[in-house]
Nanobody, 125 residues
Framework: QVLMVESGGGLVQTGGSLRLSCAAS????????MGWYRQAPGKQRALVAAVTSSGSTNYADSVKGRFTISRDNAENTVTLQMNSLKPEDTAVYYC???????????????????WGKGTLVTVSS
């Protein structure tokens, strides 16, 4: 079962824009933070941007001023608008969500992390 669906990756020239979208399954409840990570060839996976359920955001220094993350809590979606793209932005981008722990009635549900399969962003020079 696919729980995290990503879209929007592709090939773009330097200075161009892309919008990445991620939809988490409605079966994932009580999501705390949603965000995007990326992994470039030969590099560790690193945070690009994240947003909490209350709207607080966090960006990697390398993307501040160029990328904007937004979230629709009701739809369990997160969007990353990427502008002024550079070749160094080339990477596989992964959507991430963490949920819980939470209580439902008398039942306790442990926290979990969810990852998309990744979408490739390539920025040509």
């Amino acid at each position: 079962q696919v729980l995290m669906v990503e879209s929007g990756g592709g090939l773009v020239q330097t200075g161009g824009s892309l919008r990445l979208s991620c939809a988490a399954s409605a079966s994932i409840v009580s999501i705390n933070t949603m965000g995007w990570y990326r992994q470039a060839p030969g590099k560790q996976r690193a945070l690009v941007a994240a947003v909490t359920s209350s709207g607080s955001t966090n960006y990697a220094d390398s993307v501040k001023g160029r990328f904007t993350i937004s979230r629709d809590n009701a739809e369990n979606t997160v969007t990353l608008q990427m502008n002024s793209l550079k070749p160094e932005d080339t990477a596989v981008y992964y959507c991430h969500a963490d949920s819980g722990p939470y209580y439902s009635g008398s039942d306790y549900f442990d926290g979990m992390d969810y990852w998309g399969k990744g979408t490739l962003v390539t920025v040509s020079s």
